[in-house]
């Protein structure tokens, strides 16, 4: 008699993959594994999903983001959610790298300590083309990594921005402002980035570039 064939929730709870290909995973591949929902989200919102293999080591980012690059399950991904998980820029440069990532549609790296050369990787990064939602908050962007997104050509789809939290200031907002590039953007988050000038803010409001954003929260 054949085996049933199991739905992706019944191989998310044991770690096994179809026609057992996953069923020799380590303890945090597993972790990974489990994670994927759907075959379409990543989800590892904190570090300490896997404090319970152990102790979370120092370069734990550099270590998820190499195990994600050569995790062959993440081909059918759309979503990646990799919150709170110290990336940093070596990290995401080893997931912009990756022969497995394909080009999702949402990115959410929030307190990743990516910092500006993590937001030129990602700007930079053809991988990342097809971004409709982009969530870089908590990252100590400033004005460089801020421009660096503003003038990105590959981000040209993005139509929901989050980088609150970061340090864009007055130089980062007319960056924005006046980019030729996002010009789909719907949804746009710069709180607590130090933008102080009524010009900057006003630059935001009637940007001529900006001409779909229908939420602006600046502060």
Request: glycine fraction near 8%.
């Amino acid at each position: 008699m054949q085996d049933k064939v199991k739905n992706w929730e019944e191989l998310c709870n044991d770690g096994e993959n179809y026609g057992g290909e996953g069923e020799n995973l380590s303890p945090k591949e597993k972790i990974l594994f489990e994670n994927i929902k759907d075959k379409k989200v990543l989800k590892i919102q904190d570090a300490y999903l896997f404090s319970k293999t152990g102790k979370i080591e120092d370069d734990h980012g550099k270590n998820l983001a190499k195990m994600i690059a050569n995790f062959p399950f993440i081909k059918t991904i759309s979503s990646m959610i990799l919150t709170h998980n110290q990336l940093g820029p070596d990290g995401m440069k080893i997931l912009a790298e990756s022969a497995y990532l394909p080009k999702i549609v949402d990115l959410h790296l929030g307190s990743n300590n990516l910092g500006d050369e993590g937001a030129i990787i990602i700007a930079q990064s053809e991988v990342f083309s097809e971004l409709v939602t982009l969530n870089l908050e908590c990252n100590g962007i400033t004005s460089k990594g801020t421009k660096a997104l503003a003038q990105s050509s590959v981000l040209k789809k993005v139509e929901y921005l989050n980088l609150v939290d970061n340090r864009a200031g007055d130089e980062g907002a007319f960056a924005i402002a006046n980019s030729d590039n996002l010009g789909k953007l719907t949804y746009l988050h710069l709180g607590g980035n130090r933008v102080k000038s009524e010009e900057a803010k006003t630059a935001l409001k009637n940007s001529p570039k900006l001409t779909k954003l229908e939420k602006l929260k600046v502060f």
